[in-house]
């Protein structure tokens, strides 16, 4: 009988740790964007946005440890995916992992940034050499810097959440129709993610939320069903049928 045609009491509590890491992920991501990242950060006004940071700077260090806790997530997040998903194939599910781990990578170098931007704002003593206006558009570039650190870890997010589609779909450890879905919107966020990179007026065509809405649609509905659903029964065995 084929290892996919039974499921483990590891791959169950990978199940439930995938899912719970999946949804606690996403309202970190939720609380750090629109509940401080964008209140602080004003577009195109280097100046307004020191300002902000400066007298909300405990709610900006507490923006950086989202950053982290969600690193966390994602780590947690690639191992239980891998534990699941090996049986079925473990190179894909290794590759996988491994494109997860560039993501979460990418939003540990955004808390770098972040932290560089608060070293630019604050006293050392070589800071003198510098103009006010200077210093405010270096913060400002190191808080602009988690843009591209999101769009460079995004192809690899998509890429890995395709591999993991795919491997959803031939396992049937959830139903067919979502791991269809997630290969759809995942491959649709490969796509945009790469193109974007190489034509960086794409979002002027395509609205950027829509490179990567679908597929964390996706990945909130796989969080939902597996922390409450879990993996689906394992098919019976002959003698199981037999008695």
Not at 6 to 23: W, Y
Not at 168 to 174: D, L, N, T
Not at 206 to 216: E, G, H, K, L
Request: charged share 15%; proline share 3%.
């Amino acid at each position: 009988m084929n290892s996919v045609d039974t499921i483990d009491e590891s791959q169950r509590k990978a199940a439930r740790a995938a899912g719970f890491a999946i949804l606690l992920g996403i309202v970190i991501v939720v609380v750090a964007n629109y509940g401080i990242d964008f209140r602080l950060v004003v577009a195109n006004n280097a100046a307004e946005t020191v300002r902000n940071i400066m007298a909300h700077e405990t709610l900006f260090r507490i923006n950086i440890v989202c950053d982290l806790i969600y690193v966390t997530t994602v780590v947690v997040l690639l191992s239980a995916l891998y534990v699941i998903l090996k049986p079925v194939n473990r190179t894909l599910a290794m590759i996988a992992a491994v494109c997860r781990l560039i993501f979460g990578l990418m939003w540990g170098l955004n808390a770098l940034n972040s932290l560089g931007a608060l070293r630019v704002l604050g006293d050392a003593a070589y800071l003198p050499v510098f103009g006010t206006d200077q210093l405010q558009t270096l913060a400002r570039l190191h808080i602009s810097a988690a843009f591209d650190d999101y769009y460079v870890g995004l192809p690899f997010w998509a890429l890995a959440s395709t591999l993991c589609s795919y491997l959803w779909f031939q396992s049937k450890y959830i139903p067919r129709a979502l791991a269809a879905f997630g290969v759809i919107s995942s491959a649709w966020g490969t796509i945009c993610a790469f193109s974007f990179i190489v034509f960086p007026h794409l979002d002027e065509i395509v609205d950027a939320y829509w490179f990567d809405v679908p597929m964390t649609i996706f990945e909130i509905t796989l969080g939902l069903w597996l922390l409450f659903k879990g993996l689906r029964p394992s098919r019976p065995t002959l003698s199981d049928s037999s008695s």
